[in-house]
């Protein structure tokens, strides 16, 4: 009579009861791991409030759309499967190894119960998602080393590679599968020797495995079945607590991480969670300046970010060279947490983190564009942690001097230019728009067109706003200005930690605009918009011009006449403020496709993807170090479509795009529109024209 294959808690390990050796590696293991992890998180608990427990059904779905289901994943197609085949195979495997785990405790614990049909499902589906997860492992790793994508590369200047790490912990996870395998194929082995079937699933590893053994000796079978489940326990806690030293602690954090994202695009953070802007001078100390400024959630991200290089990959100001990359944002600040948190001894906290590990320049250079949280599959935030850096510069009086000039400008006359207030409805002076109200507390328009200071001002972006106010003269919206009462939106300077100023200027603006009674807002600047929309309270719903527009072209209310030159090749860049952060991607085109005759091409880089043009507000005060300037490489872009106009629907892509045609040598070739532009020149009005801007025709 054969001997029966003994279970690993029945077995015998050097003199020592397998049972006994297992309870005792299983405590050991969850030991170490709840120690690695109380340590890891030590830091977050020393970290700011930050109130993530609200719309908690919300949070949920977000959980179910970007972490179960991979949202974002698809948006890298190759990595993006491969990690779904890994994730997916480990939901799956997860059963497994708990029933695995147990097994070298309690020997006839399986889980679920494999001699019911469900059970027997179950297996097959954890030999095919350990078969996959242990090719995935191979291709991954072939990927880093033979094919190496290049946004894994690690400039020098920010530190060494992680790519050993990387590959190391490919190499763990796919001996884990193979142990695993090993350990139910000598079984399966062993059971057809005595001539009983277990089911393997055809051509798993674990199918392979058995096939190779089916000459093994039972002894050899027993040996390697008793030998593969050590290996497999002591891989599978070696990879539980060594996840937490890397990359790979993304695989317990991410949840979290997912959980406690942000809701709200297009907000900004407050300077502390929970105090009120009464009690913001109580605040001793603005913004993030030691590592223990960030909020806990702040720091979870820095554990979750899994270095996948998507961020960068995708951020305009590290394209041009700027030096900013996102994501070393996080791992900058992740290595320092590991490096002042460590798992013995005391916790050196307190360090400053400019100059330390960031530099001015790496935190000015950001756009806020919203192109890496866009991209982020793990919803890491980077616009709020690099404005409450600002904020700590700018409480220390650590500002660029260029910006200095135009904060100081907007604080005595709220404008960065330092113009007068009272000429700041003198574009106004000018044919069809002369006559448009001014509600200086007057209650007599039932619209607010808020028209932002570089509209106000400059010589050039004065005509989107004659144009937009054409616009509504002619959809028969009774609507008014601020004019000299309007002040500066304040959308950048909050954006570049100047609190205390946005405060003021947001404060100004919101009691004009109740004055004036008015039930609509309506503006041509998405900065504008964006404020209006999210940064204010208690204001009237806000618009941006290119949703009234498409609204009565829809209903037919506006009437517009087809392209005069048809040789015209015409792009839509969507602006940061206008796309990414408030998602109006369809209105813009459902306008421009509205024009009969119009012919129009997407850039490779759009809607949520759109390159940003160089930044706006502040931006423009601001010479950053940069290889190129981004509006050269976003013109570039629509050559590279086919268009020889781009289309935008922001003053300040317009300053950025027409300086960029110039600098690009495209003048003649290339020109560039404002949608409202485009639309005032297009509408089927009776009598002459009134557009300023013509419709320029250029050789492609
Ligand atoms: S917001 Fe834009 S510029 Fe800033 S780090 Fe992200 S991608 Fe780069
Ligand atoms: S922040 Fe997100 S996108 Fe960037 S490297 Fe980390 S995980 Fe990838």
């Not at 799956?92 to 019911?116: C, H, K, M, Q, Y």
């Not at 326990?233 to 993304?250: A, D, K, S, W």
């Not at 990359?325 to 996080?330: E, M």
């Amino acid at each position: 009579m054969m001997e029966a294959l003994q279970s690993p808690a029945q077995a015998t390990y050097w003199f020592i009861s397998g049972r006994l050796l297992f309870i005792l590696l299983n405590v050991l293991g969850l030991a170490c791991f709840a120690y690695i992890v109380t340590k890891r998180l030590t830091p977050l608990g020393r970290g700011e409030r930050d109130l993530r427990f609200d719309r908690p059904l919300l949070r949920l779905e977000r959980v179910l759309q970007f972490w179960l289901a991979q949202w974002k994943h698809p948006r890298y197609r190759f990595a993006g499967t491969i990690h779904i085949l890994i994730f997916a195979g480990f939901l799956i495997l997860a059963t497994r190894a708990f029933s695995l785990l147990v097994l070298g405790i309690s020997e006839s614990f399986v889980l679920p119960d494999s001699s019911a049909g469900i059970g027997r499902f179950y297996e097959m589906f954890a030999d095919y998602a350990a078969t996959a997860v242990f090719a995935c492992m191979i291709v991954a790793a072939v990927r880093r080393i033979v094919f190496k994508p290049a946004r894994y590369e690690v400039p020098a200047r920010y530190g060494k590679a992680h790519k050993v790490d990387a590959i190391f912990l490919l190499g763990l996870i796919a001996f884990l599968m193979l142990s695993e395998s090993v350990f139910e194929a000598s079984k399966a082995a062993s059971l057809a020797r005595q001539g009983q079937a277990e089911f393997l699933a055809v051509f798993s590893l674990a199918w392979v495995l058995q096939s190779a053994l089916s000459t093994a000796s039972l002894s050899e079978l027993w040996n390697l079945h008793r030998v593969a489940y050590v290996f497999d326990v002591l891989t599978f806690y070696f990879l539980l607590c060594y996840r937490p030293f890397g990359i790979q602690f993304h695989v317990e954090t991410s949840l979290f991480n997912v959980y406690f994202a942000k809701l709200d695009k297009g907000t900004v953070k407050p300077v502390r969670w929970g105090v009120s802007d009464a009690r913001l001078d109580q605040v001793k100390s603005f913004g993030v300046k030691t590592f223990e400024d960030f909020t806990w959630k702040h720091m979870l991200d820095f554990y979750s970010c899994a270095d996948c290089g998507r961020c960068s990959d995708n951020c305009p100001a590290n394209s041009v060279g700027r030096p900013l990359s996102p994501r070393f944002i996080s791992i900058k600040a992740r290595d320092y947490a590991f490096h002042h948190y460590p798992m013995f001894g005391r916790a050196s906290n307190g360090v400053p983190l400019i100059g330390a590990i960031y530099s001015d320049d790496e935190v000015w250079s950001c756009t806020t564009c919203g192109a890496c949280e866009e991209e982020c599959p793990l919803l890491i935030e980077y616009i709020d942690k690099i404005v409450d850096l600002r904020r700590g510069l700018v409480d220390d009086g650590n500002v660029p001097k260029s910006i200095q000039k135009a904060l100081k400008a907007l604080e005595s006359r709220g404008n960065p230019y330092g113009k007068m207030e009272k000429k700041r409805a003198d574009w106004t002076k000018a044919d069809g728009v002369a006559d448009i109200k001014v509600l200086n507390g007057k209650p007599i328009a039932n619209a607010l067109y808020f028209v932002d200071s570089i509209t106000s001002y400059d010589d050039r972006i004065q005509a989107i706003g004659r144009a937009t106010a054409r616009i509504l003269k002619d959809t028969g919206e009774n609507f008014g200005i601020l004019g000299a009462s309007e002040k500066d939106s304040g959308h950048d300077v909050r954006r570049f930690g100047e609190e205390t100023l946005f405060m003021a200027l947001r404060d100004h603006n919101v009691e004009a605009i109740k004055a004036s009674g008015v039930q609509r807002i309506v503006t041509a600047d998405p900065h504008a918009f964006n404020a209006l929309k999210h940064d204010y309270k208690d204001v009237p719903p806000v618009e941006h011009i290119s949703q009234v527009i498409a609204r009565e072209v829809k209903s037919g209310n506006l009437k517009l006449s087809p392209v005069e030159n048809g040789d015209n090749v015409y792009t839509y860049h969507d602006p940061c403020y206008l796309g990414r952060h408030n998602q109006v991607y369809d209105d813009p085109r459902a306008v421009l496709d509205a024009i009969p005759g119009m012919k129009r091409v997407e850039m490779s880089r759009c809607r949520d993807r759109s390159f940003c043009c160089g930044g706006g507000g502040l931006m423009l005060f601001y010479e950053p170090q940069e290889e190129e300037r981004m509006g050269v490489k976003r013109v570039r872009m629509a050559a590279e479509a086919g268009a020889n106009v781009i289309v935008t629907a922001c003053p300040f892509c317009m300053v950025n795009m027409e300086d960029a045609i110039k600098v690009a040598g495209l003048e003649g070739k290339m020109t560039a529109i404002d949608l409202a532009e485009l639309v005032d020149q297009h509408i089927a009005r009776e009598g002459p024209k009134v557009g300023e801007v013509k419709e320029e025709v250029v050789t492609a």
